[in-house]
C-alpha cells in the first residue's frame, strides 16, 4: 500500500484520463498490454476511443472486447467492425447518441478480458 500511495511503478487502470484536453473523458490505458506482454518488444497498442466520464440520458453504450480482429487488424481503425458498427446505427437511429468503444488489442486473450471486464461494466 505505501508503494501504491507514492505511485511507485506502472499505473495497469483500466480507464484512464489521458490529458487535461480531454478533462471529461476516459480512455483504455495505453500502459495495459504491458501487464500481459512484459518485455516483448514490440508490444500492442490500445485503440485511442475515448469515451464521455458520465455518460449522456440519452447515450447508448457499447464496448467491442476482442483481440486482433476488433482492434482491426488488418485495416486501419476506421475499417473495424465497431466503427462500422457505430456508422450503421447511428445512420439508422439519428435520435440516439452511440458511443462504441473500441477496447480491441492484438494478441490478447480472455485472460485480458476478465481482468477488465468488471471495470467495463462499471462504465457501461
Do not use: C
Not at 508503494?3 to 484536453?21: A, E, M, P, V
Not at 485511442?48 to 487488424?73: C, H, M, Q, W, Y
Not at 465497431?82 to 458511443?99: A, G, M, Q, V
Amino acid at each position: 500500500m505505501l508503494l501504491q500511495g507514492l505511485n511507485y511503478g506502472t499505473d495497469y487502470s483500466t480507464f484512464i484520463k489521458i490529458s487535461d484536453r480531454f478533462e471529461n473523458y476516459k480512455f483504455l490505458n495505453p500502459q495495459l498490454p504491458q501487464k500481459y506482454f512484459g518485455n516483448v518488444p514490440n508490444k500492442p497498442s490500445v485503440i485511442p476511443d475515448g469515451f464521455k466520464k458520465i455518460k449522456s440520458e440519452n447515450t447508448f453504450r457499447v464496448f467491442a472486447l476482442g483481440g486482433s480482429t476488433t482492434a482491426g487488424f488488418p485495416h486501419p481503425p476506421n475499417g473495424s467492425f465497431p466503427r462500422l458498427l457505430k456508422r450503421y446505427l447511428s445512420w439508422n437511429y439519428p435520435k440516439i447518441d452511440f458511443e462504441l468503444i473500441n477496447l480491441g488489442m492484438s494478441a490478447i486473450n480472455t485472460i485480458t478480458i476478465r481482468d477488465i471486464i468488471n471495470d467495463v461494466l462499471e462504465e457501461s
